[in-house]
T-cell receptor, first 114, second 115 residues
C-alpha cells in the first residue's frame, strides 16, 4: 500500500459530461502529481502541485483543471469529456520537490467515456 | 525535452531464467533515471533509481540496472525471475535541476514469466 488514495476507482460517464477525480496524498507529502495512462499515449505527466501551488504543467488539456487544497488533497476536474479521454488517471505524491524523495503512486481511477 | 524508448513491448521468459529489459533515453541535459513496476490493477511502484555515483544500481526484488552514459541506456536486469515478477515495467527519466519531479515514461515492457 503506497498510502496514496484515489477515488473513485472506476468512473463511467458520457461524452460532454464533467467529472472530478480525487486524490489524498501520503501523510506528510506536500507534492501531488497527476498522470494519464492510455494505450496509445502511455503515461503522460499532466500537472504538479506543491503545498497548494501549481509547480509544473505537462500535457494537460485546457478542458482539464486541478487544484490542491489546504489539507493537501487534490482534485482533477475533467470537463466536456470526449471518448479519447478514456484512460487510467494516476495521482502520485512525494515529500518535496527533490529527487531523493520517492514518488508514490495511487492505484488510479479508470475513466470510461461512452 | 527528454524521451525514453523501451525497445521491447513484451518479454516472455521462463521461470528462474535471467532477464534484461532494455531502456534507452534521449536528452540534451543530464538526467535522473528510474525503473517502475506496475502489477495488474495497481499503481506504479519504484524499483530503483539512478541519481549519481555508482553506475550499477540495485533495487528491490533482486533487480538491478546499469547506467551507461555513452550509450544513453539504463537496462534493467534480474539473474533469476520468479512468477511473481510478471508485471509491466516502465523506464523513466527526469531532467536534473528541474526542481520538480516530472517524469517522462517509456511505453512499458510487459514481462511474462512462464512456469
Amino acid at each position: 500500500d503506497s498510502g496514496v488514495t484515489q477515488t473513485p476507482k472506476h468512473l463511467i460517464t458520457a461524452t460532454g459530461q464533467r467529472v472530478t477525480l480525487r486524490c489524498s496524498p501520503r501523510s506528510g507529502d506536500l507534492s501531488v502529481y497527476w498522470y494519464q495512462q492510455s494505450l496509445d499515449q502511455g503515461l503522460q505527466f499532466l500537472i504538479q502541485y506543491y503545498n497548494g501551488e501549481e509547480r509544473a504543467k505537462g500535457n494537460i488539456l485546457e478542458r482539464f483543471s486541478a487544484q490542491q487544497f489546504p489539507d493537501l488533497h487534490s482534485e482533477l476536474n475533467l470537463s466536456s469529456l470526449e471518448l479519447g479521454d478514456s484512460a487510467l488517471y494516476f495521482c502520485a505524491s512525494s515529500v518535496g520537490r527533490l529527487y531523493n524523495s520517492p514518488l508514490h503512486f495511487g492505484n488510479g481511477t479508470r475513466l470510461t467515456v461512452t | 525535452a527528454q524521451s525514453v524508448t523501451q525497445l521491447d513491448s513484451q518479454v516472455p521468459v521462463f521461470e528462474e531464467a535471467p532477464v534484461e529489459l532494455r531502456c534507452n533515453y534521449s536528452s540534451s541535459v543530464s538526467v535522473y533515471l528510474f525503473w517502475y513496476v506496475q502489477y495488474p490493477n495497481q499503481g506504479l511502484q519504484l524499483l530503483l533509481k539512478y541519481l549519481s555515483g555508482s553506475t550499477l544500481v540495485k533495487g528491490i526484488n533482486g533487480f538491478e540496472a546499469e547506467f551507461n552514459k555513452s550509450q544513453t541506456s539504463f537496462h534493467l536486469r534480474k539473474p533469476s525471475v520468479h512468477i511473481s515478477d510478471t508485471a509491466e515495467y516502465f523506464c523513466a527519466v527526469a531532467r536534473q535541476g528541474a526542481g520538480s519531479y516530472q517524469l517522462t515514461f517509456g511505453k512499458g515492457t510487459k514481462l511474462s514469466v512462464i512456469p
